[in-house]
């Protein structure tokens, strides 16, 4: 098999190389300059104003004023639940996967999403048919439904509970810190902190990770809530991302030789909607920088195709998108990237 692909590969750049296409469409690129190197013929870059940046702090510091959810219950957490003055009725349970707890007299109860308060009022109602005036406390022992996720190169990732206004940074060292790779014979840390993703109510938190967990910066290193989900990016994690106005968005592997015009072919091409130009977001949310290449330059030949590094985030916008630099910085997030960022990394196994 890998006889046949030298083989195909072969005839293939031979015919490329009679037809006078090798420059347009496989370049060396490792020859090629860095995309920050090119003229601005071929690519225009924007880079965060201190507007945006002081937007991104404004996001941060409204986070740090918000208060915390309310407490309501939830499958797998358990309560003890005193009836006053009727100590045989009262009863430690656990919440079935269904938000229910059983209790002599009135059978099932449902707690699912109440708040303590509201779920003293329903058991007591449901106690009224039996007793007369009952008054019921109900307090959490043990809340296994109050965790957040954290995945990618940490040394344990996994679902963790989150109590006591647990941090980003906490949590982090709770599941025992960056993972270990063994790279040309030492062992180095893995977590890549610039392309490591926030995620908090379908929405992405553009915090900077450095700040949060080696300098515990309180801006950043933010208190966790239910369903945060944290996505600490590898080094080795060798993968662009496709969105936008293509028809198969989607992570790809990335390598050295990967050009922008190979990865829109990986992706079925744009679709006949898309605009005359593709945007590259480098260098990780926090703070990224952005490029617009003249994709239909390109395909005339009269400009090369454009090396990709590894995350970056290719992005194929519509017609008429020509305040993309607006565009680009409403664009994080979208539900394209949060459904490529929070899949699964096995995902490149498949692939290669």
Known sequence: MKKSFLTYTFFLLMALFLTGCYNRWTANYLLLPEATD?????????????????KRDKILKDIMKTQDDVYTINAGDKLEITVYNHPDLSVKTIVTPDGNIGMVLVGQVCLSRLTLQQASQKIEKALSKFIRNPKVGVSPYEIASE???????????????I??????????????GAASRY??????????????????HDKIIPLDFAKAIETGDPLHNVR?????????AARENSQIFLIGDVK???????????????????GGWTNETCWSHVIIIRGGLSSPTMFKVD????????????????????YVPKDDMSEYNVFVRKLMPTAQLINMIITPASWIANQI
């Open 248 to 266: 198969k968005p989607g992570r790809q592997v990335w390598t050295p030789n990967l050009g922008l015009v190979e990865a829109l072919s990986a």
């Open 38 to 54: 090119l003229d601005g013929g071929d690519l225009e870059t924007v880079h965060m104003t201190q507007e945006d940046l002081a």
């Open 295 to 314: 994709m239909d330059a390109i395909l005339r030949g009269d400009k090369q195709n454009v090396a990709l590094h590894s995350g970056d985030i290719v």
């Open 147 to 161: 965790t957040a996720t954290i995945s990618g190169a940490v040394t344990h990732p996994g679902i963790y509970p």
């Open 183 to 200: 790279y040309d014979g030492q062992t180095l840390q893995a977590a890549d902190y610039t392309s490591s993703i926030f995620i908090r």
């Open 163 to 176: 109590s006591n206004g647990m941090k980003l940074a906490d949590l982090f060292a709770k599941a025992g």
């Open 224 to 232: 966790l809530r239910r369903g945060d989900y944290i996505f600490i």
